[in-house]
């Protein structure tokens, strides 16, 4: 079961940070050869589908990554392992609230969509430090 849960994580990890890799590196710069309505009706398709993968990933990381803790670090005494992995837990809900917030149907967030771009290389570049961390926990 252990494993399972791992590969899940894993899967999970990857298609989220794949997709944000996927819309910030091919489709953002691909909008610009569309006209304006063109962009806005694309953006929001994309994002329609995209937000049910992302939420799904989100729910499959907290549950496989709780899970994981128990298992894995629960019984280790407070130190450098549960330090890095308290910043790495951090760091994955900052990549969540930055997801969810580009992706909640909710007019109100226009403001914070309109720099979509911007906001996805945050996360990305989050996302990519949280595995960096996760490869660093997994040799410990």
């Known amino acids: 079961m252990t ?3 791992q590969w899940v994580h894993l899967i999970a990890a990857v298609t989220a940070v794949g997709g944000m890799a996927f819309m910030l590196i091919i ?3 691909s909008l610009r050869v569309l006209n304006e309505e063109q962009r806005v009706q694309l953006v929001r ?6 937000r049910w993968v992302s939420w799904g990933a989100i729910i499959l990381l907290i549950a496989s990554g709780i899970f994981n803790i128990r298992v894995r670090a629960w ?8 330090s890095v992995l308290t910043l790495k837990v ?7 609230v930055i997801s ?3 992706t909640l149907p ?7 969509r309109a720099h979509r771009q911007r906001w996805l290389s945050i996360a990305l570049g989050i996302a990519v430090i949280v595995i ?6 997994r040799g410990s």
Do not use: C, Q
């Open 27 to 29: 489709l953002m710069p």
């Open 75 to 82: 019984e280790a005494p407070w130190g450098t392992y549960w």
């Open 100 to 102: 969810l917030l580009l």
């Open 3 to 5: 494993v399972l849960v």
């Open 106 to 112: 909710i007019p109100g967030l226009e403001s914070f």
């Open 45 to 50: 398709a994309v994002s329609g589908r995209f």
């Open 132 to 137: 960096l961390i996760s490869a660093y926990l």
């Open 90 to 96: 951090s760091l994955a809900l900052v990549v969540f």
